[in-house]
């Protein structure tokens, strides 16, 4: 949980396109929807383990509301995004830039490519009937913990790659991929801010 976090830090371009596939015509792929509702698979790759870490979960985005990300195995764990506050299993979190970086993952899981601009350049690319963005950070300080985010999908996104200056990287799949127009009422509940 505390690596998701640091890595949810981590997240907080002038673009440059390749020849296939234009930024513009990225963002006119992606749905334009205020809710994003999806399960999830990560891997985390690290030199110092034969095999990597995997976690599965859900997550759920609301552009008006914010982000949870519900990790079901190997353990249970939730981090919330409410109000610009940062919650880990119902604590506030106070891990420094973990707000920061929650806001700029769900750039990512949204494909919100303006919100992504200040903070990374882009270069997109198609590959099959897939879009891909590479995000290079802009500033040193981010470079130094995070040397690059690998996003695409055929429509929103359905994957996102993490690398890291070490040689480790993350890669995340979603699945079951849903754009409701409302949320459910035990989803409304779960936006709740913990008291």
Same mark, same amino acid.
């Given at each position: &949980? ?47 383990? $034969? ?22 195995? $190997? ?20 891990? $420094? ?8 993952? &769900? ?17 997109? !690319? ?27 999908? !055929? ?17 995340? !799949? ?14 409304? !509940?779960?936006?709740?801010? $913990?008291?």
């Amino acid at each position: &949980m505390k690596s998701l976090i640091a890595c949810l830090v981590l997240l907080a371009g002038t673009a440059a396109s390749a020849a296939e596939l234009t930024l513009q015509q990225v963002a006119e792929r992606l749905p334009d929807a205020p809710i994003l509702r999806a399960d999830f698979r990560q891997q985390q790759h690290l030199a110092l383990l $034969p095999q990597p870490l995997t976690a599965t979960g859900d997550l759920l985005l609301a552009s008006e509301r914010g982000l949870l990300w519900r990790v079901r195995t $190997p353990f249970e764990s939730e981090i919330k995004l409410i109000n610009g506050t940062l919650y880990s299993n119902g604590q506030a979190d106070t891990l $420094p830039g973990g707000e920061a970086f929650a806001r700029r993952l &769900m750039a990512v899981l949204s494909g919100d490519i303006e919100a992504l601009k200040p903070h990374f350049r882009i270069q997109a !690319r198609e590959e099959g009937d897939q879009w891909r963005l590479d995000l290079t950070p802009r500033n040193d300080t981010l470079a130094r913990v995070l040397s690059g985010i690998r996003l695409g999908g !055929r429509q929103g996104p359905e994957f996102f790659r993490l690398d890291y200056p070490n040689g480790d990287y993350s890669v995340t !799949r979603l699945s079951n991929i849903e754009y409701p127009d409302t949320l459910s009422d035990a989803e409304e !509940r779960r936006f709740a801010a $913990p008291r």
